[in-house]
T-cell receptor, first 114, second 111 residues
Framework: DQQVKQNSPSLSVQEGRISILNCDYT??????FLWYKKYPAEGPTFLIS?????DKNEDGRFTVFLNKSAKHLSLHIVPSQPGDSAVYFC?????????????FGKGTLLTVNP | EPEVTQTPSHQVTQMGQEVILRCVPI?????FYWYRQILGQKVEFLVS????????KSEIFDDQFSVERPDGSNFTLKIRSTKLEDSAMYFC?????????FGSGTRLTVV
């Protein structure tokens, strides 16, 4: 039951270029979406989130776009840096306060080449 | 910056043995969670806990699993009789006004 899908297991990008990571979801009840970055042997680290009332959220080099009609979101990293190399997880939830579970995608391994 | 602390970082156990994974959530957070990630697969929700009760659990969280907040700081996950397929990274998390904070995880290896 893949409610959150990341169809690209890996992505390789040159330093300085844009990285675009994609995520699709099937559950129309999801109203809050997050991106996490994960290094080996560490827990997921929060990057950026977006509520379903918005279609774009920006934080420095990171921008998340949400297309509700297509049930699609994407994370743009500009410019990409070698330190961005990690696994990126898309997550979604039905948020009703501070108690909510996250449904994760399988992740995309981003490699940024110097 | 406040952290969620998990111990041990790596646990090896014999099949059929009981294990307890420990977590210290962020002190002013009220909601606590366990997630797991089997190698090469996605991170999966196991259970959420609030006010000394389970608020939600997944299908994975069967009778072999239990959670407890034995004192004011620790939050534990117990697996009563481990199976080979319980081998995974187990992540504790807590939420407050600023959202989720995950711990670094415990790698459980069942042999």
């Amino acid at each position: 039951d893949q409610q959150v899908k990341q169809n690209s297991p890996s992505l390789s990008v040159q330093e300085g270029r844009i990285s675009i990571l994609n995520c699709d979801y099937t559950n129309s009840m999801f109203d809050y979406f997050l991106w996490y970055k994960k290094y080996p042997a560490e827990g997921p680290t929060f990057l950026i989130s977006i509520s379903s009332i918005k279609d774009k959220n920006e934080d420095g080099r990171f921008t998340v776009f949400l297309n509700k009609s297509a049930k699609h979101l994407s994370l743009h990293i500009v410019p990409s840096q070698p330190g961005d190399s990690a696994v990126y997880f898309c997550a979604a939830s039905v948020r009703g306060g501070s108690n909510y579970k996250l449904t994760f995608g399988k992740g995309t391994l981003l490699t940024v080449n110097p | 910056e406040p952290e969620v602390t998990q111990t041990p970082s790596h646990q090896v156990t014999q099949m059929g043995q009981e294990v307890i994974l420990r977590c210290v959530p962020i002190s002013n957070h009220l909601y606590f969670y366990w997630y797991r990630q089997i190698l090469g697969q996605k991170v999966e929700f196991l259970v959420s806990f609030y006010n000394n009760e389970i608020s939600e659990k997944s299908e994975i969280f069967d009778d072999q699993f239990s959670v407890e907040r034995p004192d004011g700081s620790n939050f534990t996950l117990k697996i009563r009789s481990t199976k080979l397929e319980d081998s995974a990274m187990y992540f504790c998390a807590s939420t407050g006004l600023t959202g989720y904070t995950f711990g670094s995880g415990t790698r459980l290896t069942v042999v």
